[in-house]
């Protein structure tokens, strides 16, 4: 069994940043792809960011330049730096990962194939 818990959502301004923290722990035996994902009200799931081991990063084009994922494999930690936030980019941010190995190639965007979810955290950026 996998635990994930973010951390770091909160109130922000139009053009201000916030750091969402992500880390797994538990029955992690290989190096697995984790990603964010964001869900605003009335809108779907949808992938923000995603790393895998190797470090291959994908991003959604809404975020490319301004978000940046990053990860302590060490520590099974995941971040997400967000600059330049608007006010589009408020929803509820949940981390997942992946429980099996994957090399360095892009993981599907689809969450349904995503095992492990954290709790998310909301982020609020005012206009």
């Known amino acids: 069994q996998v635990q994930v818990v973010e951390s770091g959502g909160g109130l922000v301004q139009a053009g201000g940043s916030l750091r969402l923290s992500c880390a797994a722990s538990g029955s992690i035996f290989a190096i697995n792809v984790m990603g964010w994902y964001r869900q605003a009200p009335g809108k779907q799931r949808e992938l923000v960011a995603q790393?895998?081991?190797?470090?291959?990063?994908n991003y959604a084009d809404s975020v490319k330049g301004r978000f940046t994922i990053s990860r302590d494999n060490a520590k099974n930690t995941a971040y997400l730096q967000m600059n330049s936030l608007k006010a589009e980019d408020t929803a509820v941010y949940f981390c997942?990962?992946?429980?099996?190995?994957?090399?360095?190639?892009?993981?599907?965007?689809?969450?349904?194939?995503?095992?492990?979810w954290g709790q998310g955290t909301q982020v609020t950026v005012s206009s």
């Open positions: 790393i895998t081991g190797g470090g291959t990063t």
């Open positions: 997942a990962v992946v429980g099996t190995q994957w090399d360095s190639r892009p993981y599907s965007q689809d969450p349904t194939t995503w095992d492990y």
